[in-house]
C-alpha cells in the first residue's frame, strides 16, 4: 500500500479522500490556491502546497503545477477527488510520466467514455441498450434534421462533450429544430471548445438510475447496484438513494448486467459509474432503460451506495489503483436498507437557485437523528468562507435507514435542524423536497422539481413574536436570573430611567421598531411600534435557537431561518476594525466610494470609504490615527473579511 498520495481537490471531495487515506495509516498531501490557503482540506492534510491563483485554471486545473508538488513532497499517488482534473487522460498520462500512480482509470478507458458519440457507439457494439437516436459524424443541420424525424419526436440535442447538462436542447417539432440547434452548439462551443452534437429520442417520464461499477487490474468488475438520482433540477443531481424505490428484481438483474458489460468493455479499472435513462411512464420495466453515459470517477452521491453496501469506495480505490485484487466477489455484495443524500449547498431557492457566497459565521449539523444512520460529509467549517471561485457546496447530508420512509423522514429532520449563518442556503428547499407527497410515495422522474418549484422554493415569513425575540436579542439583553436589576445585563441602558429602550432591526426591505421594557424579574415587554396589540412579555434568549453574526442575527424556528439585518454602521466599522492594523470588510459588498489614498494621514473616526453590502451602504472609519498603505479600489467587489484599508506600521524603522 502507498505511504503517501496527494489529493488533487479541494471542498468536500479531498476532504472525504482524506478521511479513508488517515483512516488506512496513509499520509496526506493537500494542494490549495490563493483562495484555500485556511480550508479545511488545507488544513486536514498532513502536508499542504500552495499551488497557484484563486482561478481553478491557476490552480486545481493546473496537472504541472499538481505532479511537481506530488514530486517534492514525495507522494506515490496522486488521487483526483471528482471534478476538476478526474476525467482528464491527459492529466493522468502526465502523471503515468512523472512515474506516479493515478488513482482511477487508464487514459484509454476515460477517452473511450469522455465524448458521447463515440461512447454510444460502443457501448451499442457491446450489445448495451442505448438511447435511440444518432450520434455519427454528419453535423450538417438537413442530415441532422431527418435523422431527429426519424428518431422521432420530441427529440434532444446534445453537446457530444458534455457535461453538467450544458448544450442541451429539447425540440419538439421539426419547426424548431434548426433554431435548437444552432443554439446549442453555440453553448457547446463556449463550455466545451467542440460544437459537435448528438441527437437523441426524448425520453418521456425519465429517471436517471446509474450503476456503481468497480474494477481491478486482475480482469474483474463487479457491480455495487444501483442509485437514483431523478430529483434534478436543470439536469443536476439534488437528491440521490439506494437502492432505488419501486426498483424490480428483474430489472435490477438487467440493468446491472449491461453496467458489468459496460464496464468491461473498455476494461476498466478502478469506480465507475454507468449511468441509464429509464422510461417510468409504466413503473420501472427491464426492456425501459438505456445507456446514456459512463463517469470514469467516483461520483459525488458515492456515499448512499457505501452505506447501503457496507463498503468505503475510496479505500476500494486505494486498493485497486496499489495493485490489489477486488476485496469482494459479487456473491459478497449486498443491500441492506435504504439510503439518501441530500446536497447542502450555498444558493438562494427563492432567486432562481443565484449561487451565494459569504462567510459561514455560524455552521451546525444534527449530531444524530431519530431511527437512521446520520453521515454528514462537510467540506468547510464553521468561520470559513464560500468564495465564487467554486462549486458552492457545503455538505452532504446522509441518511440509512431500514426502509425508505424511515431515511427520509430522518434526512428531512437533519436538514431542518441544520443551522447555517452567514450565506443562503437551500436546506429549507431540501427539507420541503424530500416531505413532497410525491417524492415520499416514490413516484420520482427528473420533472418532478420543476413541477413543485413554487411550493419548494416560496419564503416563509417570521411571525410577528419570532421579530419580537429578535429585537430583544438585537438590543443587548442577556438572560441573567440571578441579576439584581434586570438591566444590569444591558450594558446601553445604565442605571438610568427612563427604561425603555427602542431598537430597528431589519427583515429583507422592511425596517421593525419595537420598544422594550424590563419588568423587574429577568422579563422585558417587547411592544411594536406604535401597536398596543403586538405586545410580548418575553425572556431573552427564551425558546428560540439564533445566532449573532457580524451586523446581523438569524433565528431558526421550525425549519426555516430568519436574517435579520442590525445595520449599525457604527459597530460594524468597529467590527471591520478589530483586525489590528487592517480595516476588514464585514460582509461582502461593494466597494462605492473611497475618501483616502495610499501615504495620507488620517484622524481616528475620519470616514474612509462606503461599503454597499445587502443593500445598505455602510461607511468605514479610521479605527485610530495612523497612514493609510493601502486603500481598496473604487468599485471593487469585496468578500468579507477582505482588506480594505490596511494602514502603515508605527515604529517601523525609527
Ligand atoms: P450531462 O453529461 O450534461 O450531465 P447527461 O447525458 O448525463 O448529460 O444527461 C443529464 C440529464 O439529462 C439526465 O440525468 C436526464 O435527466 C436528462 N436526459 C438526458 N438524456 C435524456 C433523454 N434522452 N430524454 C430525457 N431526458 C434526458
Given at each position: ?41 488545507t ?18 486545473l ?45 487514459a ?7 465524448l458521447?458519440d ?25 442530415v ?7 428518431v ?29 440547434l ?33 474494477g ?47 464496464a ?17 411512464s ?23 451506495t457505501e ?57 451546525r ?7 437512521a ?6 467540506g ?22 431500514e426502509?425508505?420512509?424511515a ?56 411571525e410577528?413574536r ?12 442577556k ?21 425603555t ?29 406604535g ?10 434568549a ?38 489590528g ?21 488620517v ?16 461607511t ?5 490615527d ?29
Open positions: 500500500m502507498f505511504k503517501k498520495i496527494l489529493i488533487a481537490n479541494r471542498g468536500e471531495s479531498a476532504v472525504r479522500v482524506m478521511r479513508t487515506a488517515k483512516r488506512m495509516g496513509i499520509a496526506t498531501v493537500a494542494v490549495y490556491s490563493d483562495a484555500d490557503a485556511q480550508a479545511m482540506h488544513t486536514l492534510a498532513d502536508e499542504a502546497v500552495h499551488i497557484g491563483g484563486a482561478a481553478a485554471s491557476e490552480s486545481y493546473n496537472g504541472e503545477r499538481i505532479i511537481q508538488a506530488a514530486k517534492a513532497t514525495g507522494a506515490e499517488a496522486i488521487h483526483p477527488g471528482y471534478g476538476f482534473l478526474s476525467e482528464n487522460p491527459d492529466f493522468v498520462e502526465a502523471v503515468e510520466k512523472a512515474g506516479l500512480v493515478f488513482i482511477g482509470p487508464s484509454k478507458s476515460i477517452r473511450a467514455m469522455g458521447k463515440a461512447a454510444k457507439q460502443l457501448m451499442d457494439k457491446a450489445g448495451v441498450p442505448v438511447v435511440p437516436g444518432y450520434f455519427g459524424d454528419a453535423q450538417e443541420v438537413v441532422l434534421a431527418t435523422k431527429a424525424r426519424e422521432g419526436y420530441p427529440v434532444l440535442i446534445k453537446a457530444r462533450a458534455g457535461g453538467g447538462g450544458k448544450g442541451m436542447r429539447r425540440v419538439d417539432n421539426p419547426d424548431r429544430f434548426a433554431e435548437a444552432a443554439a446549442a452548439k453555440r453553448e457547446a462551443k463556449a463550455a466545451f471548445g467542440d460544437q459537435r452534437v448528438i441527437v437523441e429520442k426524448l425520453i418521456e417520464t425519465p429517471r436517471h438510475i446509474e450503476v456503481q461499477v468497480f481491478d487490474r486482475h480482469g474483474n468488475v463487479v457491480h455495487l447496484f444501483e442509485r437514483d438520482c431523478s430529483a434534478q433540477r436543470r439536469h443536476q443531481k439534488v437528491i440521490e438513494e439506494a437502492p432505488a424505490p419501486g426498483m424490480s428484481q428483474a430489472m435490477r438483474a438487467a440493468v446491472t448486467q449491461a453496467a458489468v458489460k459496460a468491461k468493455a473498455i476494461d476498466y479499472c478502478g469506480a465507475g459509474t454507468i449511468e441509464f435513462i429509464a422510461d417510468a409504466q413503473g420501472l420495466k427491464p426492456d425501459r432503460f438505456w445507456f446514456m453515459e459512463m463517469n470514469t470517477r467516483l461520483q459525488v452521491e458515492h456515499p448512499v452505506m447501503v453496501t457496507g463498503v468505503d469506495l475510496v479505500q476500494w480505490q486505494l486498493r485497486v489503483a496499489a495493485g490489489e485484487a477486488l476485496p469482494r466477489t459479487q456473491q459478497e455484495i449486498a443491500v441492506s436498507g435504504h439510503a439518501v443524500e441530500a446536497r447542502v449547498y450555498a444558493e438562494d431557492a427563492t432567486r432562481d437557485f443565484l449561487p451565494a457566497t459569504g462567510t459561514l459565521h455560524h455552521l449539523f444534527p449530531d444524530e437523528t431519530a431511527g444512520t446520520l453521515r454528514i460529509d462537510a468547510v467549517r464553521q468561520g470559513d468562507a464560500v468564495t465564487p471561485y467554486y462549486d458552492p457546496m457545503i455538505a452532504k447530508v446522509i441518511t440509512h435507514a426502509n425508505r420512509g431515511a427520509l423522514a430522518a434526512l428531512a429532520e437533519a436538514l431542518e435542524a441544520t443551522e447555517v449563518a452567514g450565506s443562503t442556503v437551500n436546506t429549507r428547499f431540501l427539507a420541503r423536497l424530500v416531505r413532497n407527497p410525491e417524492f415520499a410515495a416514490g413516484r420520482l422522474d427528473t420533472g418532478l422539481i420543476a413541477r413543485h418549484q413554487e411550493s419548494l422554493t416560496t419564503t416563509a415569513q417570521p410577528s419570532t421579530i419580537a425575540v429578535a429585537a430583544l436579542a438585537a438590543s443587548g439583553a438572560h441573567q436570573p440571578d441579576a439584581i436589576e434586570p438591566f444590569d445585563a444591558i450594558p446601553a441602558y445604565g442605571h438610568f430611567h427612563p427604561l429602550h427602542r431598537r430597528t432591526i431589519h427583515h429583507g426591505e422592511r425596517a421593525l421598531t419595537y420598544a422594550i421594557t424590563g419588568d423587574g424579574d429577568g422579563r422585558f415587554r417587547v411592544q411594536a411600534d401597536d398596543d396589540d403586538e405586545t410580548w412579555q418575553l425572556t431573552p427564551g425558546d428560540l435557537r439564533m445566532a449573532v453574526w457580524p451586523g446581523h442575527l438569524t433565528v431558526f424556528e421550525d425549519g426555516e431561518s430568519f436574517t435579520f439585518a442590525l445595520h449599525d454602521p457604527l459597530a460594524l466599522a468597529e467590527e471591520a476594525g478589530a483586525g492594523d487592517s480595516l476588514r470588510a464585514p460582509m461582502p459588498g461593494l466597494v462605492k466610494l473611497v475618501r483616502g489614498a495610499a501615504k495620507e494621514a484622524k481616528k473616526g475620519q470616514p474612509l470609504l462606503v461599503l454597499e453590502a445587502m443593500k445598505m451602504e455602510h468605514i472609519t479610521a479605527p485610530h495612523g497612514i493609510i498603505a493601502e486603500i481598496a479600489g473604487e468599485g471593487t467587489q469585496v468578500n468579507d473579511g477582505a482588506v480594505l484599508v490596511r494602514f502603515e506600521e508605527v515604529g517601523d524603522g525609527q
